[in-house]
């Protein structure tokens, strides 16, 4: 079953950079779309985006737009989340979750695209946004 691993966490102040990167265990993770959430302590999991497994689609939450950037790397199965002006908000655990489907649509196009619609998850990697 393919495994995906994220990296990249750490601490950050405001306004500064993170770059998060989720990572799968074989070449079929190609085939799927991804999405990536984030869990603050007390709050659901929410997703932040997501691109398609094509990279033809990408949604973003209207609280990262323009701040956070999606991007794929397909010879090192790799999905990119870059966060940039990070804000205190930002703070959270940041999963990447996976469901194989089509080039266009990231997944869950149909229905709400949240937590039930993606299959596979990782195990979370720490964002901590402080002065």
């Known amino acids: 079953q393919l495994q995906l691993v994220e990296s990249g966490g750490g601490l950050v102040q405001p306004g500064g950079s993170l770059r998060l990167s989720c990572t799968a265990s074989?070449?079929?993770?190609?085939?799927?779309?991804i999405g990536w959430f984030r869990q603050a302590p007390g709050k659901e999991r929410e997703r932040v985006l997501c691109?398609?497994?094509?990279?033809?689609?990408?949604e973003y939450a209207d609280s990262v737009k323009g701040r956070f950037t999606v991007s794929r790397e397909y010879a090192k199965k790799t999905v990119y989340l870059q966060m940039d002006n990070l804000k205190s908000e930002d703070a959270a655990i940041y999963y990447c979750?996976?469901?194989?489907?089509?080039?266009?649509?990231?997944?869950?196009?149909?229905?709400?695209?949240?937590?039930?619609?993606?299959?596979?998850w990782g195990q979370g990697t720490q964002v901590t946004v402080s002065a």
């Open positions: 074989d070449i079929s993770f190609n085939e799927y779309g």
């Open positions: 979750a996976a469901k194989k489907g089509p080039r266009m649509y990231c997944p869950g196009y149909e229905s709400s695209g949240g937590v039930e619609d993606y299959d596979l």
């Open positions: 691109i398609s497994s094509g990279s033809i689609s990408t």
